[in-house]
């Protein structure tokens, strides 16, 4: 139990991934930090529920091998990624179509261990510089007549020229640095994809909805800079899971901390500069405070800070005793014909996720939920997959308002973290509005509080190598 006395040099508000990985970050440093989480656990977004065996995701998260802050955040060590089938399978007309596969992948210079390993991020993609292949031999939906390639206009590629015209594209993105890439002209995500030359079956087929996918903005109006960040990571990594559920990234950060740091079920009523105020201990006196919730609690502990339009999220779990025969792919609709942004066969990606022989299919709809939400996504899921699916268990509809924030142009991937000597904040709000965001701000905050407390010293470094013990 906190004792209304209880003193520490940093009070952190909240235990989503950017509260946590800041914590880590200070204590490493040797600076006396409490974490104090509303919630009964840690996670806050990235939480991950247990039912019938089944690990249910409350976000459809979809992290890439190629987020660099998965590599460098310390406390994320123990983390495994699970990698989705390579590229992503787009159905159309009936049909599957695998797309966005690097050729010749290889581990790149500092990737921790082998694929699939335990204790080890999955290898980095390395930087995509040899030719594509051509167009791939369409996978036959389970229940279908197999088909051949057909590259008429309609299908989601295009003919061979636009496919090549895209592997172009895409290889010279993963090349692109990154101040390379945010000091392009801003604009919304739609239109730049519209003014790149591309031809509009390969912009609406292929990258309108895996960039949907991928920022859970189903209409584009994210800023391009943002998009084209996450386009290149597409095209330079994996898209993958973390194994056992979203939960393992703050799971980790966690367990990474001293004994009695995080202290859950406890909410904090108002913050100053050297206290904060909580609704189950009274006041807790501190050097600092640091404010790590959604941009809409933060708002309410910090009046006058912007919170801003958020994308709604809802994640449709179900099971089936007849597994779709897609086997680890990330499914798209490229013809846009239902609700179901994106879904997966999620336990053939971590079999962790489901009970030994049970099938575990994890679909995103990028909007609100409504009362037959689960029977239209049901319907579109029978489609993408070409089964019947009536006879499919729902496990869960979970519906998150406040998913992700809306980043439209211009947008700001660096706003402060230092509101005052002693008052800080850190989230996806001050930053790329997703976990690699989250946790560049938690970065970026802690270097601001080391500065401020005088204990400042390169980040990334935080933990020691190991010495070496004398035979
Ligand atoms: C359904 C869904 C889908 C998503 N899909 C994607 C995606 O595809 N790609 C992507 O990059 N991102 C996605 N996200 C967003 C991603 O999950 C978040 O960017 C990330 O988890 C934010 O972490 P955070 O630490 O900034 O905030 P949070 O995870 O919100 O953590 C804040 C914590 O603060 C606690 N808290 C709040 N108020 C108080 C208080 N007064 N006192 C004490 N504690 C408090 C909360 O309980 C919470 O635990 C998705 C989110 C959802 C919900």
Redesign the pocket.
């Given at each position: 139990m906190l004792k209304p006395t209880y003193q520490a040099d940093v009070v952190v508000?909240?235990?989503?991934?950017?509260?946590l990985s800041a914590a880590r970050r200070l204590t490493s440093a040797g600076v006396s930090t409490v974490v104090?989480?509303?919630?009964h656990e840690?996670?806050?977004?990235?939480a991950t529920e247990k039912v019938d065996g089944f690990r249910l995701d409350?976000?459809?998260?979809?992290l890439s091998t190629a987020y660099a802050e998965l590599h460098v955040t310390p406390g994320l060590e123990e983390l495994v990624l699970r990698p989705f089938a390579p590229g992503v399978l787009l159905h159309s007309d009936g049909r599957h179509h695998r797309a966005g596969v690097q050729p010749g992948s290889r581990r790149a210079r500092g990737a921790r261990s082998a694929m699939g390993a335990r204790g080890a991020l999955h290898a980095v993609r390395a930087l995509a510089s040899a030719p594509r292949p051509g167009p791939r031999r369409p996978v036959a939906v389970p229940g279908r007549q197999v088909s051949v390639p057909r590259n008429r206009g309609g299908a989601p590629l295009g003919t061979a020229l636009d496919q090549a015209r895209l592997g172009a594209a895409l290889n010279r993105l993963a090349g692109t640095s990154t101040e390379r890439l945010l000091a392009r002209p801003e604009t919304t995500a739609a239109e730049a994809l519209h003014g790149r030359g591309l031809p509009a079956r390969t912009v609406d087929g292929f990258l309108r909805p895996l960039l949907a996918?991928?920022l859970?903005d189903p209409e584009l109006v994210t800023s391009s800079r943002t998009a084209d960040l996450a386009l290149r990571d597409f095209a330079r990594g994996r898209l993958c899971l973390p194994e056992g559920g979203?939960e393992a990234l703050p799971q980790s950060l966690a367990r990474s901390l001293p004994p009695g740091t995080v202290h859950t079920g406890?909410?904090?009523?108002s913050v100053s500069t050297t206290s904060v105020t909580t609704a189950e201990h009274g006041e807790l006196r501190c050097a600092a405070v640091l404010v790590?919730?959604?941009a809409r609690?933060a708002a309410e502990?910090l009046p006058g800070l912007r919170v801003p339009d958020f994308h709604p999220?809802t994640?449709v779990h179900h099971t089936t005793d007849e597994p779709p025969g897609t086997d680890a792919s990330l499914l798209l609709d490229a013809d846009r014909g239902g609700p179901v942004a994106h879904t997966a066969v999620v336990s053939a990606v971590d079999p962790s996720r489901a009970p030994a022989g049970r099938t575990l299919v994890t679909s995103?709809v990028l909007g609100p939920a409504t009362a037959d939400t689960d029977t239209a996504v049901r319907a579109h899921l029978a489609r993408l997959y070409g089964v019947p699916t009536a006879r499919w268990e729902t496990l869960a509809v979970?519906h998150?308002a406040d998913?992700?924030p809306v980043m439209r142009p211009p947008h700001d991937l660096h706003r402060p973290v230092r509101l005052l000597a002693g008052l800080y904040v850190?989230?996806?709000?001050r930053d790329g509005?997703?976990?690699?965001?989250?946790l560049r701000s938690a970065d970026r905050v802690a270097t601001a509080l080391l500065t401020d407390l005088g204990l400042n010293r390169p980040m990334h470094t935080a933990d020691p190598l190991p010495t070496a013990r004398a035979a």
């Open positions: 508000v909240g235990a989503g991934v950017a509260g104090l989480e509303a919630a840690v996670g806050g977004r990235m409350r976000v459809g998260r979809l996918a991928l859970c979203a406890v909410r904090v009523t790590a919730t959604g609690d502990l999220v994640v995103t979970r998150t998913a992700a850190c989230g996806d709000h509005g997703a976990v690699q965001g989250a």
